[in-house]
């Protein structure tokens, strides 16, 4: 009877875990010909200052 209480115990948490990690398929694949919905990134206003060289 302890032996089927043990494995009833790890079933129900292995079963528990795979549930809860998605049987380790990746989330949210896009289908083929979907557009992403992120917005890519605007490029900033300010160009960067150049660096020069200290003068001696």
């Known amino acids: 009877m302890?032996?089927?209480a043990?494995?009833?115990a790890i079933s129900l948490l292995l079963a528990?875990?795979?549930v809860l990690s998605g049987c380790g398929q990746?989330?949210?694949t896009p289908?083929?010909?979907e557009q992403p919905t992120a917005v890519p990134a605007e490029?900033?206003?300010?160009?960067?200052?150049p660096t020069t060289a200290p003068e001696p």
């Open 2 to 4: 302890h032996k089927r």
């Open 6 to 8: 043990v494995f009833a």
């Open 16 to 18: 528990i875990s795979l």
């Open 26 to 28: 990746p989330q949210a």
């Open 31 to 33: 289908e083929p010909g």
């Open 43 to 49: 490029p900033t206003a300010v160009p960067a200052e």
